[in-house]
């Protein structure tokens, strides 16, 4: 169940299939430990049953797998531009036997076609985890989920935050290593995405657990107005 992936995609594709071609055998054994913050998001979902969840960046699976235990009666939807990563979700997914509920597709997070990939103009929830940090037109990514959120409907973002409350020197060691995997923590993200939630007409909040080690942000849409 997959797609093409759009024009002009490839050099970020062949990119994360180099980085992740091996990482992906370990990648969620060894993530758990310092992706923070990413049950915290799967709670703060709260979808209506029937809902509509698609994560972009779903790398493993992971996170769709969880959120579709959780809320049983939603529907999941997964896009990621590594074919490579794409291939161990489908592999967890079946493995979990959610492979009814969970479609993936690939896809680059930057210009993606939801009626193409997955035959619906929106979605109720839409969730970004710690992929923002390794797309450099990450600003492009937090507008276009903002565009296919359906009336009612909110983003969930977690990511590296600025660490502004962590020792001076914890912060430096850290942005080296993730530099290693091509990260690079937005430090304006709170900013930014507020602006974007603004020009949309969204509500926007953002939190700095773990001392700022994380951020996390919720965009919310307003519901349609009923017609007088
Ligand atoms: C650090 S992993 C996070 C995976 C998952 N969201 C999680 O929380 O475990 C980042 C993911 O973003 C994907 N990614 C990077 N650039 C992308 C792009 N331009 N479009 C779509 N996915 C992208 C990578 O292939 C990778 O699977």
């Not at 797609?3 to 091996?22: F, Q, V």
């Not at 370990?26 to 703060?44: C, H, Q």
Request: glycine residues 10%.
């Amino acid at each position: 169940m997959s797609a093409a992936p759009a024009a002009g995609s490839g050099s970020a594709a062949g990119l994360m299939d180099r980085i992740y071609r091996h990482q992906r055998h370990i990648y969620d054994a060894s993530r758990k430990f310092y992706l923070l913050g990413r049950d915290e998001l799967i709670a703060g979902l709260e979808p209506q049953p029937g809902a509509a969840i698609l994560e972009i960046g779903c790398g493993t699976g992971r996170n769709l797998i969880g959120i579709a235990r959780r809320y049983p009666q939603c529907d999941c939807f997964g896009l990621d531009v590594s074919s490579a990563m794409l291939d161990t979700a489908r592999g967890a997914v079946k493995r979990a036997g959610l492979d009814g509920r969970i479609r993936l597709a690939q896809a680059d997070a930057t210009d993606f076609d939801p009626q193409g990939l997955f035959g619906r103009p929106g979605f109720d929830r839409i969730v970004i985890s710690y992929a923002l940090s390794m797309i450099p037109p990450w600003q492009a990514v937090v507008a276009q989920a903002i565009a296919r959120l359906s009336p009612g409907g909110s983003l969930h973002i977690v990511d590296f935050g600025d660490q502004a409350g962590l020792p001076p020197a914890f912060k430096a060691v850290l942005q080296r290593w993730l530099a290693l995997f091509h990260v690079t923590p937005r430090e304006d993200l709170p900013q930014v995405v507020r602006r974007l939630a603004g020009e949309a007409g969204a509500t926007c909040r953002a939190e700095a657990p773990f001392r700022g080690y994380a951020v996390q942000v919720v965009v919310r849409r307003a519901e349609a107005h009923a017609r007088p």
